[in-house]
Structures are given as C-alpha cells and as structure tokens.
C-alpha cells in the first residue's frame, strides 16, 4: 500500500512539536514510539524510507526515524 508521503511527514511533525514540548522526554523517541505503536509497518516503512531519501523535514523527525521498527522481512 501507498501512503500520501505529504501525510506521513506532517503527521509526525505534528507528533514532533507535541513532544518536544514535554519536558524530561526524548522527541524523537517519543516520536518513534507512538508511530511504533499506532502505525502500521507499511507506514513505518515508508517513514523510514522517505526520511533516508534525504528529504527536508523537522529534526525530531529526521531523528525519530532511527528508532522506528521496521517489520523483518519474510
């Protein structure tokens, strides 16, 4: 499945300044962890590809991608 990439970025950007208003957190892996508990691996996936494409986006962004699970490969 496709996900619209626009959608992926702006919705953790979202999770981004949410978090990294909370004191005592780490935001990108705050990030990361509600994306690892609410999307699913296909929307994982592309996260994480499209932030190792190079794309501009948010810092805790770019850095929540190193703590996002990826699904193993079967």
């Given at each position: 499945?496709?996900?619209?990439?626009?959608?992926?970025?702006?919705?953790?950007?979202?999770?981004?300044?949410?978090?990294?208003?909370?004191?005592?957190?780490?935001?990108?892996?705050?990030?990361?962890?509600?994306?690892?508990?609410?999307?699913?691996?296909d929307m994982r996936r592309e996260f994480v590809d499209l932030i190792a494409s190079g794309g501009e986006v948010d810092p805790v962004v770019r850095d929540a991608a190193a703590f996002v699970r990826l699904p193993s490969a079967a």
């Open positions: 499945m496709h996900y619209d990439n626009t959608k992926l970025i702006r919705m953790a950007k979202q999770m981004a300044d949410f978090f990294r208003a909370q004191p005592d957190i780490s935001a990108p892996e705050a990030v990361a962890d509600h994306i690892n508990d609410f999307w699913t691996p």
